[in-house]
């Protein structure tokens, strides 16, 4: 007999579904598998005349497809119904949410089983629509559809029709809720009288935030989590710090007072609304939860990559490094509405996100919706509707919740807590509330937007919206409602009077200094030798590509005397000796697996079946973790997510190679405001080193610097190392340096290009065996000429075997200064003093003047070599572009600078000359 449904469906693509769906309905979507149930139990078959010719019922095709399309719409388009603003401004709507759109009446809906929609309880379609209504067009405004996959979309279905994580609170939460309201807006409310004026950028029309995050750790802890790490800008920071991290009130006085005694070991500081905390709470399940709150400069989302490398090293088994438990630690990273599709940086962050160099299990993020950024509308911030719709593209569920709805916004983060706990992906809130006060509360809003702060000013806090609500359900009377108030207030102005009568630690000033190196083991010829050996064993199933087992194959040739080892060579010895003292090592940017210039090949490829093999991570006794990763095409994120991955791990040697040098401008913020002043700022160390390719090889511009100026300039302090090393040997020992090293500061490393093989350059086993890394390295025929040389060339990396590729001259010796900052001056002063005849020191570069380390050398060399010596400047002059773009334009500069600074200084090459003479004083 023929079945009757299937005479209705003539698309081809359904009818397909419906066939397979009659054969075993798992094999289609839950989505379908209800729209054939609903086709199946409507009520009133096709029509006898149609199923006898064979053709469709088009009315009864019409009738079935337009319920199941409505019913879905409910849950794909519920979202544009809940009444999000709590300033009043009605959802947006939309068609798809009528019978009507689809052509059918709620006539046709009562048709409808409920059974057959899949609710057994629910008498009709009538019944369905209405159930679903409430769920996904009440106070939870979920956009699911886009979700990667039908699991996760099926179980958003299924949160929606139970109660399950949408269950209201009982009447203890509720009243637990209004204290904790009470306490949020209590606090903003107690610092603006108290110091009325002052900046603290509150929390005010979004206080939800703070029970939203209570909510966060207290399911957390639930499913696994001892450890919960934030990451916010300024807005609310200070409510968040007091009430959510535990950090003490009374410090939080004495800051705004002028005090900072507690905040330890920190030079020049940041103002309070940036710091971060470290602090832990016992949950409700008498679990302890540690608390972080990661520092935060005023670039609003440039931290969020920070959180992640934090909690990835965090996440780590401290017995077996190389393990992690992505449920231990929780991310939650709190976002700006302006600044969430504003800053590339969350996109970035957003991308790093189910990659396996970075993947944290899921970021829990909320967005502090103020409705305005600083004094713009969202209509000229975005070209979206929703501040969060960026989020969408990488897949990621989206929940709105009105802000004075603090039910829902509790009952959102349970349910984000729970998405992350099942599916180890990212989760957002987006919490629409308002700005009470202007950008800050100096700031007068009605000047930009007098119509919004009018409905502002007039409308209840969302503590009183809380408390009106409770009192109208009977849990509290408005009279506990006002003693909650007052004990608040009460307790912040004793703590408040007690500051002020402490007046100890009113200023501390905290002496800085250079970073001292710790020592270094020792390391053998044999001993190298056998991690060499161990590097050059791979598995006898696997088969590397044939040419590059050649290469790697000799490697072993240059341990022998007649050595040979180039870059490449040095670095792997390096880390499998860091690795075989069990530090662990990471390493990520652009194409580091390889190496940009095919000089690393740190992962073996199996040219058979692709399989992969890491030599250091066999390291023959090691129990340290070595991870190597080729990154996604960014900077920013990257180097953010590394210097983060750095903080919290001091026992890992963390590295970030950019691709080529002047790369790293992308990630310039990150330099600035974290890298070079964390320290300074917030006590906070990082032992990142950044591996900067640099060099004038006619590569042009932008493949040429690594822009050493930079880096020098914010030099101060002892806040970095900045490096140049001219040999493997030298590079080799800075990097064991940088891992021995205790003080925990980044490492700044100009790294070569044409370099990386030049044989002039290799070095010997004895040097990586029997030496250490030094600051200065004096000419090698330096000791036969002592009392002839009158001029002395100083310079750093590449440019040197320019220079020693031509006839010296007698009376000039060419020494390299390999580290500038720490400045060298005591071995730069040993070295000169070798060489009793010398009446001029030339600094010699390849950067333009206004580049490379000129500026930062010319008043320190004057202090290293005194009054009496003539100091000159060789290298290109003053430039906008870094370097030339045409070859034969470069070379001929090229061949200019190591022409001038050989020659006489009576006797320049030419008349492009590029020079400045320091005379003696």
């Given at each position: 007999m023929?079945?009757?449904?299937a005479?209705?469906?003539?698309?081809?693509?359904?009818?397909?579904?419906?066939?397979n769906?009659?054969?075993?309905?798992?094999?289609?979507?839950?989505s379908?598998?209800?729209?054939?149930?609903?086709?199946?139990?409507?009520?009133?078959?096709?029509s006898?005349?149609?199923?006898?010719?064979?053709?469709p019922d088009?009315?009864?095709?019409?009738r079935?497809?337009?319920?199941?399309?409505?019913?879905?719409?409910?849950?794909?388009?519920?979202?544009?119904?809940?009444?999000?603003?709590?300033?009043?401004?009605?959802?947006?709507?939309?068609?798809?949410?009528?019978?009507?759109?689809?052509?059918?009446?709620?006539?046709?809906?009562?048709?409808?089983?409920?059974?057959?929609?899949?609710?057994?309880?629910l008498?009709?379609?009538?019944?369905?629509a209405?159930?679903?209504?409430?769920?996904y067009?009440?106070?939870?405004?979920?956009?699911?559809?886009?979700?990667?996959?039908?699991?996760?979309?099926q179980?958003?279905?299924?949160?929606?029709?139970?109660?399950?994580?949408?269950?209201?609170?009982s009447?203890?939460?509720?009243?637990?809720?209004?204290?904790?309201?009470?306490?949020?807006?209590?606090?903003?409310?107690?610092?603006?009288?108290?110091?009325?004026?002052y900046?603290?950028?509150?929390i005010e029309?979004?206080?939800?935030?703070?029970?939203?995050?209570?909510?966060?750790?207290?399911?957390?802890?639930a499913?696994?989590?001892s450890?919960?790490?934030?990451?916010?800008?300024?807005?609310?920071?200070?409510?968040?710090?007091?009430?959510?991290?535990?950090?003490?009130?009374?410090?939080?006085?004495?800051?705004?007072?002028?005090?900072?005694?507690h905040?330890?070991?920190?030079?020049?500081?940041?103002v309070?609304?940036h710091?971060?905390?470290?602090?832990?709470?016992?949950?409700?399940?008498?679990t302890?939860?540690?608390?972080?709150?990661?520092?935060?400069?005023?670039?609003?989302e440039?931290?969020n990559?920070?959180?992640?490398?934090?909690?990835?090293?965090h996440?780590?088994?401290?017995a077996?490094?190389?393990?992690?438990?992505?449920l231990?630690?929780?991310?939650?990273?709190?976002?700006g509405?302006?600044?969430?599709?504003?800053?590339?940086?969350?996109?970035?962050?957003?991308?790093l996100?189910?990659?396996?160099?970075?993947?944290?299990?899921g970021?829990l993020?909320?967005?502090?919706?103020?409705?305005?950024?600083?004094?713009?509308d969202?209509?000229d911030?975005?070209?979206?509707?929703?501040?969060?719709?960026?989020?969408?593209?990488f897949?990621?569920?989206?929940?709105?919740?009105?802000?004075?709805?603090?039910?829902?916004?509790?009952?959102?983060?349970?349910?984000?807590?729970?998405?992350?706990?099942?599916?180890?992906?990212?989760f957002?809130?987006?919490l629409?509330?308002?700005?009470?006060?202007?950008?800050?509360?100096?700031?007068?809003p009605?000047?930009?937007?007098?119509l919004?702060?009018e409905?502002?000013?007039?409308?209840?806090?969302?503590?009183?919206?809380?408390?009106?609500?409770?009192?109208?359900?009977?849990?509290?009377?408005?009279?506990e409602?006002d003693?909650?108030?007052?004990?608040?207030?009460a307790?912040?102005?004793?703590?408040?009077?007690?500051?002020?009568?402490?007046?100890?630690?009113?200023?501390?000033?905290?002496?800085?200094?250079a970073?001292?190196?710790?020592?270094?083991?020792?390391?053998?010829?044999?001993?190298?030798?056998?991690?060499?050996?161990?590097?050059l064993?791979?598995?006898?199933?696997?088969t590397?590509?044939?040419?590059?087992?050649?290469q790697?194959?000799r490697?072993r040739?240059?341990?022998?005397?007649?050595g040979?080892?180039?870059?490449?060579?040095?670095?792997?010895?390096?880390?499998?000796?860091?690795?075989?003292?069990?530090?662990?090592?990471?390493?990520?940017?652009?194409?580091?697996?390889?190496g940009?210039?095919?000089?690393?090949?740190?992962?073996?490829?199996?040219?058979?079946?692709?399989?992969?093999?890491?030599?250091?991570?066999?390291?023959a006794?090691?129990?340290?973790?070595?991870?190597?990763?080729?990154?996604?095409?960014?900077?920013?994120?990257?180097m953010?997510?590394?210097?983060?991955?750095s903080?919290?791990?001091?026992?890992?040697?963390?590295?970030?190679?950019g691709q080529?040098g002047?790369f790293?401008?992308?990630?310039?913020?990150?330099?600035?405001?974290?890298?070079?002043?964390?320290?300074?700022?917030?006590?906070?160390?990082s032992?990142?080193?950044?591996?900067?390719p640099?060099?004038?090889?006619?590569?042009?511009?932008?493949?040429?610097?690594?822009?050493?100026?930079?880096?020098?300039?914010?030099?101060?302090?002892?806040?970095?190392?900045?490096a140049y090393?001219?040999?493997?040997?030298?590079?080799?020992?800075?990097?064991?340096r940088?891992?021995?090293?205790?003080?925990?500061?980044?490492?700044?490393?100009?790294?070569?290009?044409?370099?990386?093989?030049?044989?002039?350059?290799?070095?010997?086993?004895?040097?990586l065996?029997?030496?250490?890394?030094?600051?200065v390295?004096?000419?090698?025929?330096?000791?036969?000429?002592?009392?002839d040389?009158?001029?002395?060339?100083?310079?750093?990396?590449?440019?040197?075997?320019e220079?020693?590729?031509?006839?010296?001259?007698?009376?000039v010796?060419?020494v390299?200064v390999?580290?500038?900052?720490?400045?060298?001056?005591?071995?730069?002063?040993?070295?000169?003093?070798?060489?009793p005849?010398?009446?001029?020191?030339?600094?010699?570069?390849?950067?333009?003047?206004?580049?490379?380390a000129?500026?930062?050398?010319?008043?320190?060399l004057?202090g290293?070599?005194g009054?009496?010596?003539?100091?000159?400047?060789?290298?290109?002059?003053?430039?906008?572009?870094?370097?030339?773009?045409?070859?034969?334009?470069?070379?001929?500069?090229?061949?200019r600078?190591?022409?001038?600074?050989?020659?006489?200084?009576?006797r320049p090459?030419g008349?492009?000359r590029?020079?400045?003479?320091m005379?003696?004083?």
């Open positions: 023929a079945d009757p449904v005479s209705v469906f003539n698309d081809a693509y359904i009818a397909e579904q419906y066939e769906f009659r054969r075993d309905p798992g094999s289609v979507e839950e379908w598998r209800q729209f054939f149930r609903l086709a199946a139990s409507f009520g009133g078959a096709p006898a005349a149609a199923a006898s010719a064979g053709e088009q009315d009864f095709a019409r079935v497809v337009g319920v199941s399309r409505y019913l879905n719409s409910i849950r794909r388009y519920g979202y544009l119904a809940v009444q999000l603003d709590p300033l009043g401004s009605p959802p947006p709507g939309a068609a798809e949410l009528t019978p009507e759109h689809y052509g059918i009446t709620p006539n046709d809906l009562a048709l409808v089983t409920g059974a057959s929609l899949g609710f057994p309880h008498a009709t379609g009538n019944d369905v209405e159930r679903l209504k409430y769920r067009t009440r106070n939870l405004a979920v956009e699911f559809v886009h979700c990667g996959t039908e699991e996760e979309r179980w958003f279905r299924a949160l929606f029709t139970a109660e399950q994580l949408t269950r209201s609170l009447t203890d939460e509720k009243r637990a809720l209004l204290v904790r309201l009470t306490e949020v807006d209590g606090l903003e409310r107690f610092l603006g009288r108290a110091f009325t004026g900046k603290r950028f509150s029309g979004t206080d939800a935030l703070v029970p939203m995050l209570d909510a966060a750790i207290e399911e957390s802890a499913a696994g989590a450890h919960v790490a934030i990451s916010m800008s300024h807005r609310g920071r200070i409510n968040v710090l007091a009430r959510v991290m535990g950090k003490p009130v009374d410090h939080i006085l004495g800051e705004f007072q002028g005090r900072h005694d905040l330890g070991d920190v030079s020049t500081g940041d309070k609304y710091l971060g905390f470290e602090g832990e709470r016992v949950t409700a399940g008498g302890t939860v540690s608390l972080s709150l990661v520092p935060n400069p005023s670039h609003l440039i931290v990559p920070v959180l992640q490398g934090y909690v990835r090293a996440q780590r088994n401290p077996a490094p190389a393990e992690r438990d992505e231990s630690v929780v991310p939650i990273c709190i976002h509405d302006a600044a969430f599709p504003g800053e590339g940086v969350v996109a970035e962050t957003f991308n996100a189910r990659l396996r160099a970075y993947r944290v299990g970021t993020h909320v967005i502090v919706n103020n409705q305005v950024g600083f004094t713009t969202p209509t911030g975005r070209s979206t509707r929703f501040a969060s719709d960026l989020a969408k593209g897949e990621m569920p989206v929940l709105h919740v009105n802000g004075d709805d603090a039910e829902a916004c509790v009952i959102a983060m349970r349910i984000a807590v729970a998405y992350r706990t099942k599916f180890g992906r990212d957002l809130v987006d629409v509330g308002y700005r009470r006060h202007g950008h800050n509360e100096g700031d007068e009605a000047y930009t937007q007098p919004l702060y409905k502002i000013k007039v409308h209840p806090t969302p503590r009183q919206v809380w408390g009106e609500r409770l009192i109208s359900e009977g849990i509290v009377t408005q009279a409602v003693a909650t108030d007052a004990a608040v207030a307790n912040l102005q004793t703590m408040l009077d007690k500051s002020k009568a402490d007046t100890s630690g009113d200023h501390t000033d905290f002496a800085a200094a970073p001292a190196a710790s020592p270094v083991r020792e390391l053998t010829a044999a001993r190298l030798t056998e991690l060499n050996e161990g590097l064993h791979w598995p006898a199933s696997f590397p590509h044939p040419r590059l087992a050649k790697l194959e490697r040739d240059a341990m022998g005397d007649a040979g080892i180039d870059w490449g060579h040095a670095e792997s010895l390096a880390f499998a000796s860091i690795l075989a003292e069990n530090m662990s090592i990471r390493f990520s940017g652009q194409d580091v697996e390889r940009t210039f095919s000089h690393r090949h740190a992962v073996l490829h199996d040219v058979m079946n692709g399989s992969e093999y890491v030599p250091l991570q066999h390291v006794g090691s129990r340290a973790a070595f991870e190597i990763y080729n990154s996604a095409l960014s900077e920013m994120a990257v953010g997510f590394e210097y983060g991955y903080c919290a791990a001091p026992d890992t040697l963390t590295l970030w190679e080529f002047d790293a401008n992308v990630a310039q913020p990150i330099i600035d405001q974290f890298l070079s002043a964390d320290r300074a700022k917030w006590g906070q160390d032992g990142l080193v950044l591996l900067l640099h060099g004038y090889e006619g590569q042009g511009p932008e493949h040429s610097s690594a822009r050493l100026e930079r880096f020098l300039q914010m030099c101060a302090e002892g806040n970095m190392r900045v090393p001219s040999t493997p040997a030298q590079y080799f020992h800075i990097l064991r940088q891992a021995a090293d205790q003080s925990r500061r980044p490492l700044v490393l100009m790294q070569p290009k044409s370099v990386l093989r030049l044989a002039q350059a290799s070095s010997r086993l004895s040097d065996s029997e030496q250490a890394f030094q600051a390295i004096d000419d090698p025929t330096g000791a036969q000429k002592r009392e040389v009158s001029r002395i060339v100083l310079c750093t990396g590449k440019i040197y075997y220079l020693a590729a031509k006839p010296l001259p007698p009376d010796a060419v390299r390999e580290e500038l900052y720490p400045w060298p001056h005591a071995d730069i002063s040993r070295v000169l003093d070798l060489y005849n010398v009446k001029d020191v030339a600094w010699v570069q390849e950067e333009p003047k206004n580049m490379g000129w500026s930062y050398v010319a008043p320190r004057r290293s070599v009054n009496a010596l003539v100091i000159r400047y060789i290298g290109r002059p003053e430039r906008a572009s870094p370097a030339e773009g045409y070859a034969q334009a470069h070379t001929d500069e090229q061949a600078i190591v022409a001038d600074a050989l020659a006489s200084p009576q090459s008349a492009r590029a020079s400045g003479v005379k003696a004083v």
